[in-house]
């Protein structure tokens, strides 16, 4: 840029009345800050002796000249603000800002900030230039001792074309000196590809209203963009617009900030996968887009953690984000550049698959992720396996709508949940009856639970060698419309995949505590224990073992004649965690069982690392004491094992007479089945309690 000829700061020193030799330039230096887009005041000794047009109109003076004014009469707590500028600024050419109340010309008080600036401490001189309180400013480095250089904001003065003015913050932002910029042009700072058309437009605002306050653009002279709050309005002279006066703000951080706080609002804090709102408004521009294009189609997965929560349970919450941030990459990972994944909350997760054309392509997408998360997570040093159900749905002609297809898929995962998860379904018409069979199945078990419609029923556990009673297995039960008694197996699948389980837990622990008291009271002769099923996610609640203490403590009843059954999966699902888990309740004073030993071929090893009192073999090894070889091996080697550790064996599933001669003859401790009793109920249960005997003889 070339220097221009005339300087600002001749300008403003007549304008202050400095007494500067005057420069030929016509222009006159007053109308050059009437024509500022900011409040400026000279004052002298206490008194405002000068208020420039913009201060004028905002304090709705519009004619005659102006009176000299005392400043706390203009405006009103500057001496005690902030600033405090009649003891705190004693030297020339210092300045400090300051917040004040300024009476408007609508009779209404307004807040204003700015900057007051000495110019001459002893006479008291000073310069206050002000905003309308508020407004966002730049920090400034260093104040001048003219009135444009104490504006915090970056400042130009075009005359006829030309720079006639910068101040330092202009210099600042843009890289330009005041030499550099002299005589140069503003447009240079335009952005080159919209050069063109901002300078009409920007012209054309001026024209229609006067001033333009706009949010722009601008470039360094290093070459770097800026983004900036540009001020524009016309300098005036004899009512003649002979330039514009410029003010820019550095907006950058604002930007920055404005932009993450778009990306927060459309994205997953945790993840940083789109969110729900960006997923629905990318699914619902797929579907536009399938109009145009018919031969193309979209999709929708959705995924959900199958061991999320007993993760979180063991592992605590700081592991689960883990697993979560996890997921996220592999799911990027398994997919094209031009699918979408999204976390929509918890667990649960969303994938938008696009430009495929039948359910093959679908499920090829599928089966990719269903193998990213098939494989187990590194947390804190333990691998740990969260498995994944997928439900995908394909948009047909019968979606009118994106929340048809998310339904549509939701069903798909909801079956694939009910089918034991770590797998992935494609929905169907078919699959649609089933699930809302499972969830007015999950209707009906809410309902019976806040009902109470649940009973028990009790199997008779037997010691073999001596025919008597040990206790009973508590079976769940609920009762028919007509009054039967249901088993309860097909309802429990849903509680434990709901959660209610946990509910059913809690009700069934205070249930059989206070059946045993009362047996207890009834017939203090009959020796009873009582066995409760524990399901995997009542196992592995955090809650469980201070929910049986205050349960015993509540209810009264001996908790040496509980006993819990552990489901062998469950112990195999974690061993870790379940070693504290026994051991806290080991510590109420109850027995332990691990139950279906055998169904998933277990390491033997639990027998010995597991602080387990019983173990009960699963059916298809009682039916082993009937068999010959290998099978009748292993069930001898159990039986030997269990009385080296000291742990009684149950076999399960008794149904022969052969089967009972067999273990009895193996030297099996205990038994039970339908061979030996059928399953009783309360009053029947305490009768054979108190009789003690077994009612069947082998060999009969």
């Given at each position: ?579 504290p888990i026994l051991q806290r309740m080991l510590d109420c004073g109850v027995h332990v069982a691990l139950d279906d030993f055998g169904s998933s071929l277990a390491p033997l090893n ?95």
């Open positions: 840029m070339e220097q221009s000829r005339t300087g600002a700061a001749e300008i403003l020193s007549e304008a202050m009345g400095l007494n500067l030799p005057e420069n030929a330039d016509t222009i006159r230096q007053h109308e050059i800050l009437d024509a500022l887009p900011v409040l400026i005041f000279l004052e002298r000794a206490g008194k405002i002796m000068y208020a420039n047009a913009e201060a004028r109109l905002m304090l709705g003076i519009t004619e005659g000249d102006w009176v000299p004014r005392g400043v706390e009469d203009v405006l009103w707590g500057l001496f005690p603000g902030t600033a405090e500028p009649q003891t705190l600024l004693k030297s020339t050419g210092t300045g400090s800002p300051f917040h004040a109340t300024m009476p408007a010309k609508n009779g209404k008080l307004m807040p204003v900030e700015g900057t007051y600036c000495i110019l001459n401490a002893e006479l008291r001189e000073a310069v206050i230039v002000a905003h309308p309180g508020g407004r966002e400013r730049a920090p400034k480095s260093r104040l001048m001792e003219d009135v444009l250089a104490s504006i915090p904001e970056a400042v130009a003065i075009e005359h006829g074309g030309h720079i006639l003015y910068t101040n330092p913050e202009f210099t600042r932002m843009f890289g330009y000196s005041s030499e550099e910029a002299s005589g140069g042009s503003l447009s240079q700072l335009i952005v080159p590809e919209t050069r063109l058309n901002e300078l009409s437009m920007l012209e054309k605002a001026v024209n229609e209203r006067g001033r333009v306050l706009m949010e722009t653009l601008r470039a360094k002279k290093d070459g770097e963009f800026v983004d900036v709050s540009m001020h524009c309005a016309p300098l005036l002279v004899d009512k003649a617009r002979v330039g514009y006066v410029y003010t820019f703000r550095d907006i950058s951080d604002q930007m920055q900030t404005e932009v993450k706080l778009q990306h927060d609002a459309m994205h997953d804090v945790l993840t940083s996968l789109p969110n729900r709102a960006l997923f629905m408004d990318r699914l619902n521009q797929a579907f536009t887009r399938r109009v145009r294009r018919p031969d193309q189609s979209c999709g929708v997965l959705f995924l959900d953690l199958d061991r999320f929560k007993e993760i979180n349970d063991v592992f605590g919450h700081a592991a689960g984000d883990v697993v979560l941030v996890s997921t996220a990459e592999r799911l990027v990972s398994a997919l094209r550049p031009q699918d979408s994944a999204a976390r929509l909350g918890g667990d649960e997760f969303a994938v938008l698959v696009e430009g495929i054309t039948n359910v093959g392509d679908l499920e090829t997408v599928s089966k990719r992720v269903l193998a990213a998360m098939s494989k187990s997570f590194d947390v804190f040093g333990h691998q740990v396996n969260a498995g994944a159900s997928i439900g995908a749905a394909l948009a047909g002609p019968e979606h009118t709508s994106s929340d048809m297809l998310i339904r549509d898929a939701d069903f798909a995962m909801y079956r694939a949940k009910q089918a034991g998860g770590g797998r992935y379904e494609i929905f169907d018409k078919h699959l649609e009856i089933t699930i809302t069979n499972q969830q007015e199945r999950e209707r009906e078990l809410r309902y019976r639970l806040e009902k109470r419609l649940l009973e028990f029923r009790y199997q008779p556990i037997f010691r073999l060698q001596s025919r008597t009673v040990l206790g009973f297995e508590c079976l769940l039960r609920w009762r028919g419309p007509e009054g039967s008694v249901d088993r309860f197996d097909d309802l429990l699948a849903v509680a434990e995949e709901t959660g209610l389980s946990i509910t059913l837990g809690r009700e069934t622990m205070e249930a059989v505590c206070w059946q045993l008291k009362t047996w207890r009271n009834t017939a203090p002769q009959a020796d009873i224990l009582l066995s409760v099923n524990l399901t995997q996610r009542q196992f592995y609640n955090p809650d469980m073992p201070l929910q049986l203490q205050r349960t015993i403590a509540a209810s009264g009843a001996d908790p040496s004649r509980l006993l819990f059954e552990v489901p062998e999966y469950a112990a195999n699902e974690n061993p870790d965690a379940a070693v639990h027998l010995v690392r597991l602080p387990f009192d019983m173990v009960k073999l699963d059916a298809k090894m009682t039916v082993a004491a009937t068999a010959a070889g290998r099978q009748q091996a292993v069930l001898e080697s159990l039986l030997k094992l269990g009385r080296t550790l000291g742990v009684q064996v149950v076999a399960q599933g008794i149904e022969t007479n052969e089967q009972l001669r067999a273990l009895m003859r193996l030297g099996c401790d205990l038994g039970q089945g339908r061979l030996l009793s059928a399953n009783l109920d309360a009053v029947q249960a305490l009768q054979l309690a108190e009789t003690g005997q077994l009612p069947v003889t082998p060999g009969a």
